[in-house]
């Protein structure tokens, strides 16, 4: 059930993907330099974030938990992808809509990523300790 349960949630990001790639598309205004950037950013930043999502696995929760340390893939170099790419990829969209008050919702999203991130590392740190401590040493974020 647990693989069923994964697959799924997989699916539903990929939807989700889908969707937003759709609002995207059918938004107004011109494709100029700074839509066109967007879209990159949007496009490269969501494919990071479910290579991340997909590489950490099983280990995947919405609150910190310590089930397992992922030091592969991208998590060989960034300890929280995720949350890199998806910022990439909403200020990929911020770009794509040109609505200034978009960036503060990006200030506000970035706020709360590190204090996620700080919350998880402690708890990796205090299940894992020095292999843990090693890992942040040669990572970044």
Same mark, same amino acid.
């Given at each position: 059930m647990?693989? *069923?349960?994964?697959? $799924?949630?997989?699916g539903a990001?990929? !939807?989700a993907a %889908? +969707?937003? @790639? ?14 066109l *950037?967007?879209?990159? $950013?949007?496009?490269i930043?969501l494919? !990071?974030v479910f %290579? +991340?999502r @997909?590489?950490?696995g099983?280990?995947f929760?919405?609150?910190p938990?310590?089930?397992?340390l992922?030091t592969?893939?991208l ?9 890199i ?10 770009l794509?809509?040109q ?28 299940k894992?300790g ?5 890992y ?6």
């Amino acid at each position: 059930m647990n693989d *069923l349960r994964f697959y $799924l949630i997989i699916g539903a990001q990929g !939807l989700a993907a %889908i +969707a937003l @790639f759709a609002f995207v598309w059918v938004w107004p205004g011109p494709w100029d330099a700074q839509r066109l *950037l967007g879209s990159s $950013l949007l496009v490269i930043g969501l494919l !990071l974030v479910f %290579i +991340a999502r @997909f590489q950490l696995g099983r280990s995947f929760s919405v609150t910190p938990q310590a089930l397992e340390l992922v030091t592969h893939g991208l998590y060989s170099k960034i300890r929280n992808p995720i949350y890199i790419f998806g910022t990439i990829a909403i200020a990929g969209l911020c770009l794509i809509l040109q609505k200034p008050a978009m960036w503060l919702f990006l200030l506000a999203i970035v706020a709360m990523q590190t204090v996620r991130a700080r919350r998880e590392a402690r708890v990796l740190e205090a299940k894992f300790g020095d292999d843990y401590r090693s890992y942040r040493s040669r990572t970044w974020f």
